[in-house]
């Protein structure tokens, strides 16, 4: 009987085991995870349970679903080596584990920031349940949060702890919210947005260092002002977590590099989610995405793959973020942004933008357009090239465009 080992029991983990039964595996699953929760998801931890401290917190599955599944967990156990010899995995101090094919899923870590007065109590980072509980539990009526990092996950934070009676500075080093991601024209609707909301947003800003004695007081910032704080967020992007494959002698560069089977460099060790450098041949590049979407889709290709399914994995990259009631979605993952075309009205939070290369959408931003941003991710995965003229278009229905 075969064993499968998956390590890292966060999202892609979660999926990786469920899509290892549901596609017909009889053998041992082991699922490992540092964590020491049944693997949950985490866009929740930065929207609803920050924005509502009564929001209840959701695991992908309970324990008896995983019990019924003969499906054993090892959870609060770091693995802390993997030798490829003997096909054994080191848990913990002691324990170790036998493996037929592996799986890593582990994801990233919240990218630390190396200033002064970041170890003070009221600084905080988030990527996980504890995070974003201990976030919560200081957004108070009357409260001062300084958010360091206008991407997403700062960004959400801010809308969050303005819904809860915060008033809130971001800061952000580069000329643009988002930029690292979105074109200019959305950062500058979501710079409005968040400025209408009450956030002071302070743009091409770093943060010098915090200060504070028992507790943080105030952030100095880059151009010297200090800003009184009851707490600091740091959202500065993620590491992903390759020390465990790296040290096996695993391909690393970026993430775990792995093939459109999700294989690594050793043909019995798989890789998905956060951590993976892949290629994605819609992108036409190879690529780290750090996405629900991916973290999911990808683990349930690899658990196919190594049930022997041999199916290539190639999606066409989607995230969302939700701020003050705005819906972003976008798809793609262009590193270009000269050639848009708008839709709708984008400065009213109701339209899109897309990029192109040529003919070719190489991503699509949608303002609260869930609906069409399904139907473009169609269009972008068939390959379709509409006019400018017809995606600009209010007339012309991306379900025409697909036939
Ligand atoms: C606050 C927040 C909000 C987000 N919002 C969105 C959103 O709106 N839309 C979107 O598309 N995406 C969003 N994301 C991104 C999305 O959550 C991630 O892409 C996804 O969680 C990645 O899943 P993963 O399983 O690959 O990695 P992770 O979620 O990082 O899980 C990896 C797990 O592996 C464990 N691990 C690591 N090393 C070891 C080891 N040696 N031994 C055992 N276990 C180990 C870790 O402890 C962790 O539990 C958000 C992320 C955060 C943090």
């Known amino acids: 009987m075969d064993s499968f080992v998956?390590?890292?029991?966060?999202?892609?983990?979660?999926?990786?085991?469920?899509?290892?039964?549901?596609?017909?595996?009889?053998?041992?699953?082991?699922?490992?995870?540092?964590?020491?929760?049944?693997?949950?998801?985490?866009?929740?931890?930065?929207?609803?349970?920050?924005?509502?401290?009564?929001?209840?917190?959701?695991?992908?599955?309970?324990?008896?679903?995983?019990?019924?599944?003969?499906?054993?967990?090892?959870?609060?156990?770091?693995?802390?080596?993997?030798?490829?010899?003997?096909?054994?995995?080191?848990?913990?101090?002691?324990?170790?584990?036998?493996?037929?094919?592996?799986?890593?899923?582990?994801?990233?870590?919240?990218?630390?920031?190396?200033?002064?007065?970041?170890?003070?109590?009221?600084?905080?980072?988030?990527?996980?349940?504890?995070?974003?509980r201990e976030i919560s539990a200081m957004l108070r009526e009357g409260g001062h949060i300084v958010v360091v990092g206008g991407g997403f996950i700062g960004l959400e934070i801010a809308a969050s702890a303005r819904q809860r009676g915060c008033a809130v500075t971001v800061l952000e080093v580069a000329s643009r919210l988002m930029g690292r991601a979105l074109p200019l024209e959305i950062g500058e609707v979501f710079a409005?947005?968040?400025?209408?909301?009450?956030?002071?947003?302070?743009?091409?800003?770093?943060?010098?260092?915090?200060?504070?004695?028992?507790?943080?007081?105030r952030a100095i910032t880059s151009n010297g002002s200090a800003i009184e704080a009851?707490?600091?967020?740091?959202?500065?992007?993620?590491?992903?977590e390759t020390t465990l494959a790296a040290d096996a002698g695993l391909a690393v560069e970026n993430g775990i590099v792995v093939d459109e089977f999700c294989r690594t460099s050793d043909p019995a060790i798989y890789a998905a989610g956060d951590v993976t450098n892949h290629t994605n041949p819609f992108v036409g590049r190879r690529l780290r995405l750090e996405s629900w979407q991916n973290a999911q889709n990808q683990a349930i290709a690899a658990a196919q793959n190594m049930n022997g399914a041999n199916t290539p994995f190639k999606e066409v990259p989607w995230f969302w973020s939700d701020q003050f009631g705005v819906n972003l979605q976008m798809c793609g993952a262009p590193d270009v942004w000269d050639n848009t075309v708008a839709r709708g009205d984008l400065a009213a939070r109701d339209g899109l933008l897309f990029q192109r290369v040529g003919e070719k959408i190489v991503g699509a931003t949608g303002l609260n357009r869930p609906r069409d941003m399904r139907f473009i991710k169609r269009l972008m995965t068939a390959g379709k090239t509409p006019t400018a003229a017809q995606l600009a278009d209010e007339d012309i229905g991306f379900r025409d465009l697909l036939k």
Not at 72 to 88: E, S
């Open 192 to 217: 409005v947005l968040h400025r209408e909301n009450g956030a002071d947003i302070q743009l091409e800003t770093g943060i010098e260092r915090i200060e504070g004695t028992a507790h943080v007081e």
């Open 230 to 240: 009851s707490g600091v967020v740091i959202g500065v992007g993620i590491m992903p």
């Open 6 to 132: 998956v390590i890292g029991a966060g999202q892609a983990g979660g999926r990786a085991v469920e899509a290892l039964r549901a596609s017909g595996f009889t053998g041992r699953v082991d699922l490992v995870g540092a964590e020491p929760h049944f693997p949950y998801e985490r866009p929740p931890l930065s929207k609803e349970l920050l924005a509502d401290d009564g929001a209840p917190f959701e695991l992908i599955h309970d324990e008896a679903w995983y019990e019924e599944r003969d499906i054993t967990l090892h959870l609060g156990t770091p693995v802390t080596a993997i030798n490829r010899d003997t096909k054994r995995i080191t848990v913990g101090e002691s324990g170790s584990l036998a493996y037929d094919k592996l799986l890593l899923t582990t994801g990233g870590a919240a990218r630390h920031l190396n200033i002064e007065g970041t170890k003070l109590p009221g600084v905080h980072y988030l990527r996980t349940i504890e995070d974003s």
